[in-house]
């Protein structure tokens, strides 16, 4: 085995039996990141909050000297420990407690001010007795029901012409399932501890459901599948072509994500044993051309300058008229949007960060191909779309890939040499997005890229760089310059992996969009970045990439580390708050219709921004 690649220890995630291969030495809570896990972390990884406490089952897993000061003797001999402070040096076995997990359910029962979130669904059901017909007394079904419950009902047909049969064989006992004024259904016995609703996050890669129980919030299982859209294309702009090129393809993405969404309803009742007519109602976030396509809606007008959205207020329907497979009369709510690609995704994502609240002055980042940034500041919200490119997903990277195995995620520098970490502890086949943000912030520190993004050549180094990595710059005749992480027996396939100058020039372009976007909401909300109090990373890239290599390629703003966190998947937590809260739905829609849409297509200062963006700060913070 080379100097280049440190050996790696298999760290495996209970409950749900999460494997991941990492470096030695790396942090407990990046690990959890890897294996798809965001752990509370309030303190921006200082080891002051103790929030994020696991319990190491099997393996050495040191306490730091934090883990000491903030737990007892007791706790450390039980194997607690803190997972931003401690690191893994073997295979370990690590137990997550649901209240570490940032996600959980006692997380999203916490609303705003902090206060416990009563939970109070849009769907609800009341057992309930009757009077039984007697003579002289011809009151219709209908109204003997509605008076049982004190409340006049809409009554869908299907149900109607179920329910005579249902009371007398029941004699006029049972129990409604309500929403709002809408009878959904007439169940025999007394069925009203029984209810359930799924939230989905359908990403332009990823599609996530989760079953939660309607009466308590608890999640009760989880599944996730790929788009099967990606087959038309991997970003958006390539599905929106395809659909006005060919108008039919409109109806084949519809009905492609809807099977995928079946086949995770699918999971969800296998998993948890629940019956399909017990799932009453389903929430669903995605941006503005997922919401639009799951919808059967065109999203041909967001392919073209002005970029406009067909709705901005959430859309209410019978989860059946999008083919969906659960109780009949479900309804499902498809969230509001604030208007071209930024949708309901990004609402879903301020409800989850709480950033409608007021409290703090925040920044919400989601990294994608589509990268969407929200600014709360001084009683306002402004968000922003900007096109990031797919670099950050491996996409026009000489040899990137997805993070899947094989892939390079992680690059670090020793005294002598680099190292580097490999997706499922394989060989090396690429180079995803995190990999590729490594690389190039290590190399920066190096001095082997300058400001500009040039790759130096040999004879240009720095004096002060290792002998061994100075032999990894690779002069062509045409003089142009790649930087080689790999050796030939460290892949498969028996090539070298290399980090080359055009991927740099592709880095600097994702970054620049991101960089110009956040700049811009500053200065139309005329703020500084000096007094945000908060940068938080949403989306699954967000969860894997090192704070301090994001912000040496000037990703994020050049702010001290403890104020960037990440909050995982914002998404899909703001559809659990939705559906768990009828309040935080009437807010959500009030919060899409408040926050301030900043166009930057057309904004002649973007240009001057991103052009500025694509120079590398010159300079780190070291906190």
Do not use: W
Request: charged share 25%; net charge negative.
């Amino acid at each position: 085995m080379h100097a280049s690649k440190k050996p790696e220890y298999r760290a495996v995630f209970q409950p749900g039996n999460r494997s991941v291969f990492v470096l030695a030495g790396t942090p407990v809570f990046e690990a959890a990141a890897r294996g798809g896990l965001v752990l509370n972390n309030p303190c921006g990884g200082n080891g002051t909050c103790g929030k994020c406490r696991v319990r190491v089952v099997e393996g050495n897993c040191p306490p730091s000297r934090s883990c000491r000061d903030k737990l007892s003797d007791s706790e450390i001999d039980h194997g607690i420990r803190l997972a931003c402070q401690a690191r893994i040096e073997d295979d370990c076995l690590i137990e997550v407690p649901e209240e570490t997990l940032f996600d959980s359910s006692a997380r999203i029962l916490v609303a705003a001010e902090d206060q416990q979130l009563t939970i109070q669904p849009c769907v609800r059901k009341q057992y309930v007795e009757m009077p039984l017909p007697a003579a002289g007394d011809n009151l219709d079904d209908c109204t003997r029901l509605e008076r049982a419950l004190d409340q006049s009902l809409k009554t869908p047909l299907s149900v109607l012409r179920r329910m005579p049969e249902l009371l007398r064989q029941n004699r006029f006992k049972g129990t409604a399932v309500l929403y709002g004024h809408r009878l959904l259904d007439f169940e025999t016995d007394d069925t009203s501890e029984t209810a359930y609703g799924i939230a989905f996050d359908l990403g332009s890669t990823t599609i996530v459901g989760t079953l939660l129980n309607l009466r308590t919030g608890r999640e009760e299982a989880i599944a996730a599948a790929m788009n099967p859209q990606i087959s038309v294309g991997g970003d958006l702009v390539s599905r929106i072509l395809s659909i006005n090129d060919r108008p039919e393809a409109l109806e084949e993405m519809r009905l492609s994500v809807s099977a995928e969404l079946n086949n995770l309803i699918d999971s969800l009742m296998e998993q948890s044993g629940v019956e399909r007519r017990n799932v009453y109602e389903l929430a669903l976030a995605g941006n503005s051309a997922m919401q639009q396509i799951f919808c059967g809606v065109s999203p041909a007008a967001l392919g073209e300058i002005p970029f406009s959205a067909a709705f901005q207020k959430g859309v209410i329907c019978r989860a059946s008229e999008c083919g969906l497979r659960t109780h009949p009369e479900a309804p499902l709510y498809v969230f509001p949007q604030i208007g071209g690609f930024i949708g309901g995704d990004t609402v879903a994502g301020v409800m989850a960060a709480l950033m409608h609240t007021g409290r703090r002055k925040q920044i919400l980042i989601d990294i994608g191909t589509n990268g969407e940034i929200v600014l709360a500041v001084n009683g306002r919200l402004l968000a922003a779309s900007t096109a990031a490119g797919p670099a950050f997903e491996g996409a026009r990277i000489v040899q990137g890939m997805r993070a899947a195995p094989g892939a390079i995620e992680k690059v670090t520098v020793n005294e002598e040499d680099i190292e580097y970490n490999v997706i499922g502890d394989t060989s090396a086949r690429g180079l995803c997005g995190t990999g590729l943000i490594d690389g190039a912030a290590e190399l920066l520190r190096l001095g082997l890229i300058d400001s500009t993004g040039r790759l130096l050549k040999p004879c240009e180094a720095p004096d002060s760089v290792p002998a061994k990595i100075r032999e990894r710059l690779i002069e062509h005749a045409d003089e142009h310059v790649d930087f080689r992480i790999t050796d030939k027996d460290d892949t498969g396939n028996g090539s070298e992996v290399h980090l080359y100058q055009q991927d740099i020039r592709e880095l600097q372009l994702a970054t620049a969009a991101i960089r110009a976007g956040t700049r811009m909401l500053l200065k139309q909300a005329e703020a500084k970045i000096e007094e945000i109090d908060e940068i938080m990373l949403a989306g699954a890239f967000g969860n894997f990439i090192r704070r301090r290599n994001a912000r040496r390629i000037g990703l994020l703003p050049q702010v001290d580390t403890r104020k960037i966190n990440f909050i995982g998947n914002a998404a899909s937590m703001g559809a659990k708050i939705v559906l768990l809260s009828s309040e935080l739905r009437q807010l959500a829609e009030k919060t899409a219709a408040r926050t301030e849409h900043i166009e930057l297509s057309s904004d002649p200062e973007f240009q001057n921004e991103f052009a500025e963006a694509m120079i590398f700060p010159e300079e780190e913070l070291r906190t």
